[in-house]
């Protein structure tokens, strides 16, 4: 599409030209030839490496699009529970889990972000902040998304 653009200018460039020498040839050209040639063929000259420098600067500079066809292998790693989930108390106990804080925890796995956990257990967002902040130091995590992963791997969350 760029490239018409160029073909278009250089079509119009053409046709000026052609007027042009039309233009002098009725006004008896020879004389002007004559006595300026070599500034006629330079303008020629100069005006070819125009349109050629803006023909190669178009060709150049437009973007190439490559793309790449990758094949992933696809795992399901993902164990399938044999029964229902049975919450793992003894671990529970032995992190020092609270149930408020469980209770951020399963929020947290369901994706609800800080406002809306505070919007459904009606605390201020600072609290279920600092119930985060205490339920990723029982675990050793520093994200939420370690803190599910941890809590499903340790029996804590259900898958």
Known sequence: MVLKGAYRDVLIYGLSGGLLIGALRFVEYRFLV???SFEIYGAIIAALFAAVGIWLGLTITKEKIVVKQVEVPF???VPVPAGPFVLNAAKVEELGLTPRELEILSLIAEGLSTKQMAERIFVSENTVKTHCSRVFDKLGVNRR???VQV???LG???T
Do not use: D, F, P, S
Request: proline content about 0%; charged content about 25%; cysteine-free.
């Open 156 to 158: 804590i969350l259900g």
């Open 75 to 77: 795992e399901v790693r």
């Open 145 to 147: 998304t370690q803190a």
């Open 151 to 153: 809590g499903k791997q």
């Open 34 to 36: 004559i006595e300026h």
